[in-house]
Every structure is written in C-alpha cells, then in structure tokens.
C-alpha cells in the first residue's frame, strides 16, 4: 500500500492547493491518451489518480492521517485481520465501495480540453459519434458569382436554405453547414457544399477581374461616343474617347469578383473597333488614303 503523499510527491502538511498542482503536473505527463505504448506510465496514472482521489477527500485524508485507513483507503486491521474490499465498513463486516469525493472535471478540462468521464472515472469517455457528413454540388452561374448572390440548395431530407456565397468564390470553394448532415448518436453531421462556377460565352475571369471584349463602330472609335456595356449586375454605359485604337482597355471599377480580403475586383472592357467590309466604306477609304497619313512611319516604314 503506497503512501499517497509520496505518489504525488507533497510533504504530509502540504496544502490543497499544493496537492492539486502536483496531480497536475502528473496527470498531465503520465495520461494514458499520451502514453499509448507505454503501460507503465498508464499504471502509475491510475495510482497518482487513487492517491489525488484520497488526499483530495478530506474526510479521507483525516482518516489516513490518524492511521484509521491505509493508502488504498481501506480500514487499517491493527490485530492482523485484512479487510478485503476497497472502501468503508458495512454493516455485516463486508465492505462497500464508495467513489471518493474528488471532482476530476476541472483538472481535465484544464489538461485535455474536457471535463473526466463522470462517475469518477479518470480516463474521461469518449464522445458520442456524431453522424455521417454529406456531401452536396452547387451549380453557380458566372453572373451570379461574380455578384455574390445567394443561392438556394434544397437538401436529402427535402429543406431549402438560401447560402450567401464567400468571398473569394471558384469552382471547388467548399461551404460547411453545420448540423445538416446525417442524424447520429452525438448529434448530426455536416453537409459539405462544393461551388462549381459555371463558364460564360463573353465574360472571362481573370483572378478578381472579369474581362469583356467589346465590339464598337469604327465612328464610334473615331469621334469617340457613350455605348452601352453588359456587367454581371446589369449594362451600364461607358465613356469611348476619340481617336480609339482597337484593343485599348477601359476599366469599370467594382464590376469583379469579390476577393478573399473582402474587396471587389473591376472588370475590364477591351474595345474591339469593327470594320465593315462594304463597297461604301471602301469607296471612302480610297478617296481618303492619301489625306490619312502613314501610321507606321514611326516604324520606318
């Protein structure tokens, strides 16, 4: 029968809060859940956990020190008798178990995160395992995306929720909805989202920025002109200057994708001047050639 004061490693007059801090420190180096391979750090826990489980009791304690218990906290037997179970005297001689008076809960909680197993059991139970996750696939226009609009997903058991899209979104951007899983014994799992955002015949993404190539008169390049221009919220107009060469880029800010930081990309227009191939623009393009210059006379040629 071990001295419980020597187990944990206090003088016989330490205090309360001496004892608790040296169960600690125990605890925490010999808890089985840290000592996997290692069975004897596992039986040594379960006996600091008895000699706390005494000295934490202080009828208990009282009882050791005046010699009436041994350190197991069974009835000393001063005339040789050896008293055979763990715990107090019964009626008939016997003995009864009973669980001793130490609240684990705060001790493991502060070690591991949770409160002990109840019942005084030190090794603290496993949690109830939750139900099953379940996965789901969200289809997301380019549009849509781009606008963060919130989008309706109808789940296994029949429930509609309408999902505000996270900032940053693409195509494999996962969404977790707590508690929307499979029921089960700790509780229901998850339902796991994945975004899949969709392609578009004109708009093309370029991280937060959205690209349109945009087709315009070669009047409209020449004397410059207010044009209508689609974005994903809806057309607005721009503003072409005169003397537009084709390919130069207008920008309309805050026309993108949010990004992660929160903050929402432009979106870039190239304008595209389209020729007509007719007999009257060719009529004019001879007749004017010799008063347009050589736009390639920078290039020595």
Known sequence: MADPYSTLGVARGAAEADIKKAYRKLAKELHPDRNKDNPAASERFSKVTAAYDLLSDKDKRARFDRGEIDGDGNPAAPFGYGGGGGGRGGPAGGFEFQQGGADFGDIFEGLFGGRGGGGGNPFGRRPAAKGANVGYRLAVSFEDAAASRAQRITLADGKTIDLKLPAGVETGTQMRLGGKGEA????????????????????????????????????????????????????????????????????LRGRGFTGKGGVRGDQLVTLMVDVPDDAALKDWAEGAKDGLGNPRAKLGV
């Not at 339902?191 to 070669?218: C, M, N, Q």
């Not at 020449?222 to 200057?241: D, I, Q, S, W």
């Open 184 to 251: 089960g014994p700790g509780g229901a799992g998850d339902a796991i989202v994945t975004i899949e955002v969709g392609s578009h015949p004109f708009y093309k993404r370029d991280g937060d920025a959205v690209r349109l190539e945009l087709p315009i008169t070669l009047a409209e390049a020449v004397l410059g002109a207010e044009v209508k221009v689609p974005t994903v919220e809806g057309p607005v107009m721009l503003k072409v200057p005169p003397s537009t060469s084709s390919g130069k880029v207008l920008r």
